[in-house]
Every structure is written in C-alpha cells, then in structure tokens.
C-alpha cells in the first residue's frame, strides 16, 4: 500500500516557474513506477511524465517536453516536477501516481494509487 500527498501548486503568471513535491508513504516505494497526470477542467485526466525506478528513464508527454522535469528521491520516498516556462494552457490539478513495476507507464488505467492532487493556475 502506498500513500501519495502532493504539494507545491499555486497562482503563477505565464512564463513562471513551479515545483510539484510527492511524498509517499509505504514500503517499497522504490519499485515503483512513478508518473505525474493532470486534469483540467472539462478534460479527462492526462498523462504528463513518468519515471521508473529501475534506472529513473524518464518520459513526457510532447506539451511539456523540454519545459517539465521529473525527478525522484527513492531514499526519502519523495517525487518532484520542475515546472518552466508555463503556459495558461498548463492549467490543471496536478496528481501524482505509483504502480508496483518497471519501467515507464503512461497509461492512467496502469496506475493504482493516486494522490489527492494539487492546483496549478497560469494567468495570460
């Protein structure tokens, strides 16, 4: 069983910067493939970043690439998303996702703990 509790949303103007936290609690939470999905109003839930933990690959999603990076803290069971460059567009609640496994998983049906998730609002 994993626990996941994300932090680090808020109000940031187009062209702004922000980082997303995960903290996870539970055993194992280093054999755990890790992802970040938002969803914005209206929308379903989309699948934004991934990293395994086997060797931390890491996938995006083609919006964000190049402006997102996701990282993760195994020993302190902790995940992160570098937000740059943010767009109006990128607006969303943000959550973060564990499934026991390898490799990088990007379908949100694979996922099977999810946090409650965090708001991030860009303005124009």
């Known amino acids: 069983q994993v626990q996941l509790v994300e932090s680090g949303g808020g109000l940031v103007q187009a062209g702004g910067s922000l980082t997303l936290s995960c903290a996870a609690s539970g055993r194992a939470f280093g054999s755990y493939a890790m992802g970040w999905f938002r969803q914005a109003p209206g929308k379903e839930r989309e699948f934004v970043a991934a990293?395994?933990?086997?060797?931390?690959?890491?996938y995006y999603t083609d919006s964000v690439k190049g402006r997102f990076t996701i990282s993760r803290d195994n020993a302190n069971k902790m995940m992160y998303l570098q937000m740059n460059s943010l767009k109006p567009e990128d607006t969303a609640v943000y959550y973060c996702a564990a499934t026991p496994g390898a490799g990088t998983v990007v379908a949100v049906g694979l996922y099977d703990y999810w946090g409650q998730g965090t708001q991030v609002t860009v303005s124009s």
């Open positions: 990293i395994s933990w086997t060797d931390s690959s890491t």
